[in-house]
Every structure is written in structure tokens, then in C-alpha cells.
């Protein structure tokens, strides 16, 4: 029988130093309380908690726009990106499978790029999955917030508005014709233009609505498995409709239902090809009773394997770079 991950590495990231609501920076613990480590264990998978990853408290200030100082947050997210990228690309060489849970979604700019690093000299690519409403392109020219956490991908991607200050050798590159966003409904119009020109493949909800997320989820994990790429998932919280995902910062109507977003993670287990995870932008403090946080961890306990009719249906390997080297020799 194939084997699971030799191990599930838990990254916790509290920080909501890229976004413009305060409050994800709680999500890491919130995920924990509603039984992330223990939904994992009970799957069968060893699972290491690493804590989180945060930056120290700023000095208290009594006015309530202190902590939005364009500079400040921007030196957080780039310190934590750093940090990130390094522990990432640690757990990954190890062959261990890194699950990263923010925080708001800057903290993808250290996750993804920990996928890159590994893969480069491994001449493996890099696939990446962005389930969110919102398809987090903008440049700084763009950005109608200057809020980093719409930025990530682009930065990623390599736009040339990002300039030296956001680089560093803990930065990762991965092709703009590598990503796929799904659940998109809100782009803005200048980051539309940019999405096209760069070949980022957009499934909106139009897309799922016209051809089902079967037909949609098949060529996303068909062509990450034809290149023998390594698929790193981004899941923010309001990919989800609010209906069922009430505990987000950047609500948007229309989203995902409960069984699409089920379906993809089932998916996602079945292909065997997912390699890393973010869950990002959970805010305990905007949530209903904990119904958002609760809602991830059974979306992740589907991409980990549990099913309805349980281990009858066998897990999936997720493969490693030791295994593909042992099946070519």
C-alpha cells in the first residue's frame, strides 16, 4: 500500500502585519483549538508542531493607527517571510511535508518560497494552487490598499516594481504560468491586466459555475503531475462563501460551498502530488462561535485522507524526492 508522508510539520505564523484588518495573527491557535494536531493524528501521520513564527510586540502606543505604519509592516512581513522560507525549505529537505497555518497571506511569500529553493538545484518546478477570492497580484503601483497581503503572488512572480528591499537569497521564484487561482470574484482592474499578460491561470466562480470542479480540478492536477512538479496549496479562508465561513477580514459573496471545497481537497489527496499547504486569514476575532476554524480542519483532514467510507479507500503517496530518485535507478 502506498505511503503517507513520513511527517506533517506544523508552522504556525502569527502575523497580521500584511493585511488591514487586525486579528489572523490569532488564527495559528485558533486552528490548534479547534483540533488541527489531533485531526492529523488521527488520520495515522506523525506530526512535529514547531510553534510560531512572530515578530516581538511594538511598543504600546495609544493611537490606534500606529500598528499601520507602512514601514513597520513591511519590515514584519519581510522578517517573517525570511524566517519562514528558511524553516520551510529545513522541513522539506527532510523529506517532511511543512503545513503552514497564518496569519495573514504575505506569509506566502516565505512558503512559497521554501518550495522554490528546494526544488531549484532538484530541477524540479513549482506548481502553485491559490484557493482565494481574491487573486493577490497587485505591485505596489497597483495596489488600491498598499496592503502586502495582496501582493504575494506578485512578488513571487518576479514584477519589477518590488525593488531590492524585498529581496533577499530566502527568496524564492516560481513561473506565472505555474499558478492557478481558484474561486476568484474580486480582481482589481489593473491587476487584471497584469494576471493576462503574465499567464496566470484564473478558474473564477463563473468558470466552476459553467464547467464543475471536476472537470476543472482534473486539468489543474494533470498538469502539475505531467511536469513532476512539486504543488504548493494556498487556502484562504474567503475562497469560502461566507455563509459557511463567516470568521474572515476580506469577505466576498459568492464563494466556494462547503462540498465544493470539500471536492478539491479530496482531490488534492487522491493526485498525490501536493507537497506543501498555507491555510491563511482565519481571524478568530471576526469568526461565529469557531465555525471558520473548524471549517479548515476538516477541509485539511480531507487533503490529509479522511474520506466517508474511511481507509477502505487507501491513501495516496505523496511523493518525495527520495522516491522519484529510487524509481529512475
Known amino acids: 500500500m502506498p505511503a503517507k508522508p513520513r511527517r506533517i510539520d506544523l508552522i504556525g505564523i502569527a502575523t497580521a502585519a500584511g493585511a488591514s484588518v487586525r486579528g489572523c495573527g490569532m488564527g495559528p491557535e485558533a486552528l490548534r483549538v479547534a483540533g488541527l494536531p489531533e485531526a492529523l493524528v488521527e488520520l495515522g501521520h506523525d506530526i512535529a508542531d514547531h510553534g510560531d513564527l512572530r515578530r516581538p510586540h511594538p511598543e504600546i502606543s495609544t493611537d490606534p493607527a500606529s500598528w499601520r505604519l507602512p514601514e513597520q ?55 502553485v494552487l491559490w484557493i482565494d477570492a481574491h487573486a493577490d497580484f ?20 518576479g514584477e519589477p516594481e518590488f525593488d531590492d528591499s524585498f529581496r533577499g537569497p530566502w527568496l524564492g521564484r516560481i513561473d506565472p504560468r505555474n499558478v492557478t487561482i481558484i474561486g476568484a470574484r474580486s480582481v482589481d482592474r489593473d491587476e487584471r491586466r497584469l494576471l493576462r499578460a503574465r499567464g496566470v491561470d484564473i478558474i473564477d466562480m463563473r468558470r466552476i459555475d459553467e464547467n464543475g470542479m471536476v472537470a476543472l480540478m482534473r486539468g489543474v492536477l494533470a498538469k502539475a503531475r505531467d511536469a513532476g512538479a512539486h504543488l504548493h496549496v494556498s487556502l484562504d479562508l474567503d475562497a469560502m462563501d461566507p455563509s459557511i465561513a463567516p470568521g474572515g477580514g476580506t469577505l466576498v459573496p459568492g464563494g466556494l460551498s462547503y462540498r465544493e471545497a470539500h471536492l478539491i481537497m479530496e482531490m488534492l489527496y487522491e493526485s498525490g502530488v501536493v507537497g506543501s499547504l498555507d491555510l491563511v486569514e482565519l481571524n478568530p476575532f471576526l469568526d461565529h462561535g469557531g465555525r471558520s476554524a473548524t471549517l479548515l480542519v476538516d477541509l485539511v483532514a480531507s487533503l490529509f485522507g479522511r474520506t466517508i467510507m474511511g481507509e477502505e479507500a487507501g491513501p495516496v503517496e505523496f511523493v518525495t524526492e527520495d522516491a522519484q530518485a529510487d524509481d529512475s535507478a
Open 138 to 157: 497587485n505591485t505596489l503601483l497597483t495596489s488600491p490598499t498598499g496592503n502586502l497581503h495582496g501582493m504575494p503572488l506578485a512578488l513571487l512572480c
Open 73 to 127: 509592516r513591511k519590515a514584519d512581513v519581510l522578517e517573517l517571510a525570511a524566517r519562514s522560507s528558511e524553516l520551510g525549505a529545513t522541513v522539506l529537505s527532510q523529506g517532511n511535508f511543512p503545513l503552514y497555518i497564518g496569519g495573514d497571506h504575505s506569509i506566502a511569500i516565505g512558503t512559497v518560497s521554501a518550495a522554490a529553493r528546494h526544488c531549484e538545484p532538484l530541477g524540479r518546478p513549482v506548481h
